[in-house]
């Protein structure tokens, strides 16, 4: 069975170096923000080109602080978009904000600038596009309509480790860039973890405040804040991978490469890499028709898929309170029923992938 994600491959790889980076914390004896949570905000913080980083406890703290950070909160509105995973609706909804759902772009996925303005009124506060799948969102647009309506922008850059558009890396164009390091993420840790990026020295103490309590010194707290902290832990694996993430993030491109060409002469629509984007291929999305079928005769054949995401925001029950929204995300509601993700791990051999090339050949018919 060819599986979708294999994590213990990557550690087998580089086992030696992440069990003497864990050794190090482990024997110097301090396990939340130490030396290895600067060391890594600074590394990554060059790796993006951003000024400053803010290693907090995962993802959706990242969205989560970086909103309250940037003033935003209760009676508030977010502008984002509903084809993408629950936690950055979590988070808009922990801030106090309520989301505005825009469409998607029918063929990156991204957020669709043209339709935002439609969406913003006296209560919006920020707009928070999601780089998915790994390719970031069209940022310029997006960014010249913030400017003009004195709005912030988030970043969600859970999936674009090293993404970049017209040559900036995800993370460094709008106020905050918001990274999970969960274990499958391009650049994964052992568990929970996640890091804010930002040029703006004002947001960037604030988030060091709200990720501990609000403190400016120990035990003087200066604002009301959260516990998310970057444990030492998770920052030693991170700071010993990412001299290796480039690589990875080639060999994923190699990856989709093959599989774009292997299969453009079936019906299946393959992810577009857009003009003056470069995608780091965290997944390879494909839109096919009779999805349930196309799973069963790949699984069938040996390869297992898993679909990123099935359900859109406003269609699910915990957010009941969007469905209103349907009218505004007929893309969305499209593609929905026809994504499909295809294994696109860098540890993939050329013999597995050529295996998934032809289940998915035989899967379509040909």
Known sequence: MIPFGDLARQYRGMQSEIDGAVAQVLARGWYVLGEKVEQFETAFAQYCGAKYAVGVGSGVDALH??????????????????????????????????????????????????????????????????????????????????????????????????????????????????????????????????????????????????????????????????????????????????????????????????????????????????SGRWHNYHLYVVRVSGRDRFQERLLASGVQTVIHYPVPIHRQEAYAETQGQARYLEQTDLMAPQIVSLPSFPELTDEEVGTVIAAVRKAMGR
Request: include cysteine.
């Open 65 to 274: 602080l970086s909103l309250v950070a940037c003033g935003v909160g209760p009676g508030d509105e977010v502008i984002t978009v509903s084809n993408t995973c629950v936690p950055t609706l979590s988070a808009v909804s922990s801030s106090g904000a309520s989301p505005a759902l825009v469409d998607a772009d029918p063929v990156t996925y991204t957020m669709d600038p043209g339709k935002i303005e439609d969406r913003i009124t006296d209560r919006t506060r920020a707009i928070l596009p999601v780089h998915l799948y790994g390719q970031c969102a069209d940022m310029d647009p997006i960014l010249e309509i913030a400017r003009r309506r004195g709005l912030r922008v988030v970043e969600d850059c859970a999936q674009a480790h090293g993404a970049t558009y017209r040559g900036r890396k995800a993370g460094t164009m709008g106020d905050t860039g918001c990274f999970s390091f969960y274990p499958s993420k391009n650049l994964g840790a052992v568990g929970d973890g996640g890091l804010v990026t930002t040029n703006d020295a004002g947001l960037a103490e604030r988030l060091k405040q709200l990720r501990n309590y609000g403190q400016e010194r120990r035990y003087y707290h200066k604002v009301k804040g959260f516990n998310s902290r970057l444990d030492e832990l998770q920052a030693a694996v991170l700071l010993a991978k990412l001299s290796h993430l480039d690589g990875w993030n080639a060999r994923r491109r190699e990856i989709a490469a093959a599989y774009t060409k292997g299969l453009s002469d079936t019906d299946v629509v393959c992810p577009v890499e857009a």
